[in-house]
């Protein structure tokens, strides 16, 4: 994503920080493209189909949920 700095993921806690320019990107835009990636983001579901090409490893129980 354009304007993204940094990004560090806590697998254990299921979180992810960004680091980001406000001028480039914002945070829903960010959603967007991890959901886009085959994760939920928030309240952002995941694309089945980028899921499901998802290794079984990165696969977890309610990331694609779409409620």
């Known amino acids: 994503e354009k304007g993204v ?3 560090k993921v806590d ?3 299921s979180t992810v920080f960004v ?3 406000t001028d480039k990107t914002t ?3 960010i959603r967007k493209a991890i959901s886009l990636l085959g994760y939920r983001a ?3 579901p995941a694309n089945k189909e980028a899921f499901d090409k998802l290794p079984e490893c ?4 309610g990331s694609c949920d779409t409620h």
């Open 19 to 21: 680091k980001y320019r």
């Open 5 to 7: 700095k940094l990004v």
């Open 58 to 61: 990165c696969k977890k129980e």
């Open 11 to 13: 697998l254990e806690a």
């Open 27 to 29: 945070p829903d835009e």
């Open 42 to 44: 928030d309240d952002i």
